[in-house]
């Protein structure tokens, strides 16, 4: 196994690098976990006074996804909630989301797609938090809708009286997460890669391997597997 002291001047305050990438990831779960609950009760607000339409729904979720911005202790690209599909009065799906530098509210181009008509039913980061009712990890993907970038999407389901309506989720760059994350898992070895369930690299510390590659079937006979508690990552060190 690779995992081997650091100098003192680098030597990271964790045990083991799992504990290092659960605490990370965790932040933002903590967080959505404590919105979900406070967005539900706002909806379900709503929901008494009339019909729930897309303004109303933005004006809602709007100062809380600002939030996350400054609140979370991670580098937050995109905050907001993704309705549950047909659960709107004038749209079958949105997007209440506000991202980048100037934390502006997403506009998807007209001419590249309906944003009344999305089906965002199959992506990752709607549908698992749908089918288990609970918060997940998604990623790395290229996000086409939001960033054009390599993405992570942390969400977590939101319910009023066990129906499901909708996700509130945060997007990381994985370039930005890249430098947090790695000079600090370095200091346990040279080769140490976080994956997602099925084996993409999320980053390594290794120069071989990059972001999007897949490490499964006879090639994990090389590393020993760690699961980080409560996500869909494993982090993998070379034996």
Request: glycine content about 6%.
């Amino acid at each position: 196994m690779s995992i081997h002291p650091a100098p003192p001047a680098s030597r990271t305050t964790t045990e083991h690098p799992v504990d290092l990438v659960t605490e990370y990831f965790g932040r933002a779960i903590t967080a959505l976990a404590a919105w979900n609950t406070a967005l539900a009760d706002e909806i379900a607000a709503i929901r008494r006074t009339g019909p729930i339409t897309t303004d109303r729904l933005d004006e809602v979720v709007e100062p809380s996804a600002l939030r996350l911005f400054d609140t979370v202790d991670l580098p937050v690209y995109g905050s907001g909630f993704i309705a549950a599909l047909d659960s709107l009065a004038d749209a079958n799906s949105h997007l209440a989301w506000w991202q980048g530098p100037e934390r502006a509210q997403l506009v998807l181009a007209s001419q590249s797609v309906n944003k009344e008509h999305i089906d965002y039913s199959e992506l990752e980061w709607y549908r698992v938090p749908h089918a288990t009712g609970q918060p997940h990890v998604a990623g790395p993907y290229v996000d086409y809708l939001c960033s054009d970038e390599y993405t992570i999407t942390v969400a977590a389901p939101v319910h009023i009286d066990g129906e499901f309506i909708g996700a509130v989720a945060l997007d990381l760059l994985i370039d930005r997460v890249e430098r947090d994350l790695t000079p600090r898992l370095a200091a346990f070895g040279d080769d140490i890669s976080i994956v997602n369930g099925v084996g993409r690299v999320l980053l390594s510390t290794s120069p071989a391997r990059e972001t999007g590659d897949t490490i499964r079937g006879d090639d994990l006979a090389a590393f020993e597997r760690f699961p980080c508690p409560g996500m869909a990552l494993d982090v993998l060190i070379a034996r």
